[in-house]
């Protein structure tokens, strides 16, 4: 198996090679191409593959260039949101990945706004063409929109005290730069530093989430996705947290004509089952690949294979 392009690490990558049933040959969707990690796996894995991929960010188009080259007439790419995957047109697919959140080029690139170790403009947009930068988001999102950010999406325990400051500090650099941004929350927030999360760590995820849309674009781009598959083919999703993991667990329930969760009151004959679920426990990285490459800590990755 090629590495990929640089020192990004896929995540799973094994596991998901399997999972896709790669060796088979077939037509192959990558939603959240990165720096092209599995896009490449899933083409080493059989000459017969074509991969479509796309990502919404646009530096990443740069990167699959050089794939183009290598896997001349296999493989393609352009830049789209996946919540946007119902209007692309796609032939039937044998296998979909989606490797959520950010990727290792995101986060390490001081410019990209992403972390709070740089002193760089707070921006997190995946998408740095459109939309609201994070510094734009904290000056003038209403208070509800911070309160659904960081306690909702980031599960920041002192998110009250977080929010206030965040009021506090509207229009001062302190809301500009993210080492600054950072340091704010660190000295007043109440959470204690765990080991080396920084005591920002949930706050920033929950600012990423809103600003990117990224509970919203999953929970639209599941369904979408389901359709393009064909009778076997086979969804299989990365998540890094627990929100992400639970709209995916609950599309694959629903999928599979089970209970949503426990309100889910539908009587049992009126489910349809159009697929089945082939990781009853989510599949997670092993102590050596958490030791090699931290940032898989948290990987949780689902299967849903199309009822045929
Ligand atoms: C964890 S990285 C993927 C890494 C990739 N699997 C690899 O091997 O290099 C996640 C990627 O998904 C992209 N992404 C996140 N949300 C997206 C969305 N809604 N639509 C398209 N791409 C998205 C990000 O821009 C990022 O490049």
Known sequence: MNKPLNSHRPVLLEETIEALCVRRGGKFLDC????????????????????????????????????????????????????????????????????????????????RGFSFKEHSKLNMRMDNSCGQTATEFLNRAPESELVQAIRDFGEERNWKRIISLIIENRG??????????????????????????????????GIRIAINGELDALGKALPALFEKLCGGGRLVVISFHSLEDRIVKQFFKKMAGQAVNRMDGEPSQLREKFAKIVTTKPIVPDESEVSSNPRSRSAKMRVLEKIK
């Open 32 to 111: 959240t191409f990165g720096g092209g990690g599995h896009t490449s796996a899933i083409l080493d894995g059989s000459s017969e593959n074509f991969v479509y991929a796309i990502d919404r960010d646009p530096q990443a188009r740069e990167r699959a260039h050089a794939l183009q080259q290598k896997y001349a007439g296999r493989f393609t790419f352009c830049n789209a949101n996946f919540a946007d995957a119902g209007k692309i047109c796609f032939p039937t697919l044998n296998g979909i990945l989606m490797d959520l959140g950010t990727s290792s080029f995101q986060l390490d690139d001081g410019v």
């Open 172 to 205: 001062k650099e302190a809301l500009v730069y993210c080492d600054l941004f950072a340091d704010l929350v660190a000295a007043n927030a109440r959470s204690l530093r765990h080991g080396k999360v920084h005591p920002a760590t949930k706050t920033f995820q």
